[in-house]
């Protein structure tokens, strides 16, 4: 089978039925970016598909600017249309990596949210996924890291990788048949980086037996193994997990019988809803964090308060991480993202933690916890509080809590 019909089998895939009639492609002008850039016209010139290739200059390199342009006139060789879209915001402080990558999702995803378009393609090759592994490994993740990058779907995800099941010289080998030529970024080669680093111990594993597609096989198994697991928490959550939008309640004697596996990503899925961490906290610090929390010490993590109780184990917003959190009431910012709250009526009203000096205002039922309710928010006027979403005063305002921060409903869709 040829690249190109590899290529479209991994387009039908991916698109589950769909016809799109924009998708966008992430092309930095290096090899596996522009080799998915002619892939992919070729294949939209048969589906009827318009194609846009995004380009991000992270102002980082002089010559990022030619790179541009070249991916400018190879886009416009192709018949795709073609923008390179400008990223200011490094200020020289942490893991540069991570935040070029972050912001270059960002600002293609703002890209295609105005312009309408449902999907990005990104040159992730087999290679790319067996250095994600090796990195991973040496963090020391479990089964959800060393599942590592998905293919993605369209409709469910925005991004999709249609190359992941290809090595990067097959695709080297596909342009250079195709007369076109490619950038190689010198941080490439660079040893600070993580990846490059794994990217030499690949060839030194290779004889051993552990190359590339070993590891991307590896990789696979265990994102089977990652629905598996996902599916038995969500069953699991079903019983002993009580969802009151904004406080998650913990079985006690149901999650102390719970397999740890699955009692570790019940917990870590409950963190992630409530305060919208990208990332699970690291196994040791959960591990330790949840073994407290049923000793009934508590213990907070990644903004999150776990409180124990005799049948329960609450977890609940931290004060700290809301303490100066504060908004408009007007029904259009959200709260913590994830309380959208409009007191009609109230123009100045505001959203904030109760904090002590909410809970004094207010005859709280002694059913609920003092240490609980110290982050929730109050809907206040001045130092007034006028409402508490949930519990008091609710017909005074008018309040929707995220899709996105349910924790039954995500657990599922994952």
Request: aromatic content about 6%; some cysteine; glycine content about 10%.
């Amino acid at each position: 089978m040829t690249l190109d019909s590899r290529f479209a089998a991994a387009m039908e895939r991916l698109l589950a039925g769909h016809r799109p009639e924009r998708l966008a492609v992430a092309v930095s002008g290096g090899g596996d970016s522009l080799a998915l850039l002619g892939l992919t016209c070729d294949w939209a010139e048969e589906n009827h598909c318009r194609i846009h290739a995004l380009t991000v200059d992270h102002g980082l390199r002089p010559e990022a600017g030619d790179e541009a342009l070249l991916v400018a006139r190879e886009a416009m060789r192709m018949g795709a249309q073609h923008d390179t879209l400008y990223w200011t915001g490094w200020d020289g402080k942490g893991n540069l990596p991570a935040a070029a990558r972050d912001a270059r999702y960002a600002l293609m995803r703002d890209f295609c949210a105005r312009e309408g378009i449902g999907a990005i393609l990104l040159g992730h090759t087999q290679d790319d996924q067996a250095e994600t592994v090796l990195m991973r490994l040496a963090r020391g993740s479990g089964v959800d890291g060393l599942s590592a990058m998905p293919e993605g779907r369209f409709g469910r995800d925005d991004i999709l990788r249609p190359v992941l099941g290809e090595s990067r010289a097959d695709l080297r080998i596909w342009l250079t048949r195709q007369g076109m030529r490619w950038f190689e970024d010198p941080t490439n080669d660079d040893p600070r980086y993580d990846r490059v680093r794994a990217r030499r111990l690949l060839t030194q594993l290779a004889p051993f037996g552990l190359d590339a597609a070993r590891l991307a096989e590896t990789a696979a198994s265990l994102a089977r193994a990652r629905v598996a697991l996902l599916a038995r928490a969500a069953d699991v959550a079903d019983r002993i997990v009580t969802d009151r939008q904004g406080m998650l309640i913990f079985d006690r004697d149901g999650l102390e019988r719970t397999e740890e596996e699955t009692r570790l990503r019940l917990v870590a899925h409950g963190l992630a809803c409530l305060s919208g961490a990208p990332y699970k906290p690291r196994l040791a610090s959960l591990s330790a964090t949840l073994d407290r929390a049923l000793n009934g010490q508590g213990g907070t993590l990644q903004g999150c308060r776990l409180i124990p109780s005799r049948d329960g184990l609450m977890m609940v917003r931290e004060f700290k991480a809301v303490e100066h959190s504060h908004c408009a009431a007007d029904g259009e910012q959200i709260w913590d993202g994830r309380w959208c709250i409009e007191a009609p009526g109230q123009g100045n009203a505001t959203i904030r933690p109760l904090g002590e000096t909410g809970l004094a205002q207010w005859d709280r039922p002694a059913t609920l916890s003092h240490a609980a309710m110290l982050s929730w928010p109050g809907v206040w006027q001045g130092d007034l509080l006028l409402a508490v979403p949930g519990f008091w005063n609710q017909d005074a305002i008018l309040c929707e809590y995220a899709a996105s921060a349910g924790f039954h409903a995500t657990i599922k869709s994952h």
